[in-house]
């Protein structure tokens, strides 16, 4: 039983540093962000988040390899 438990824990936490890595977790700090600082207008669905950080990253491309 603690070893099931102690590899979920292991598994939950390469989890959540993959994303972080990926940058799929990029609305789930959104999120926390309009939660946080109170923002006046409802926030962007998944959907939206994601077609304007793309629409973003390739109007400024900044440095990247690709």
Known sequence: MALTSTLRSM???????AR???GSD???HYLRH???TGCAHAPLSEREFWRQRYAEQD???GSRCC
């Open 34 to 36: 309009h939660e946080i």
């Open 11 to 17: 598994l939950a936490s390469a989890c959540r540093i």
């Open 20 to 22: 972080g890595v990926l």
């Open 26 to 28: 990029a609305y789930d």
């Open 59 to 61: 109007a400024n491309p």
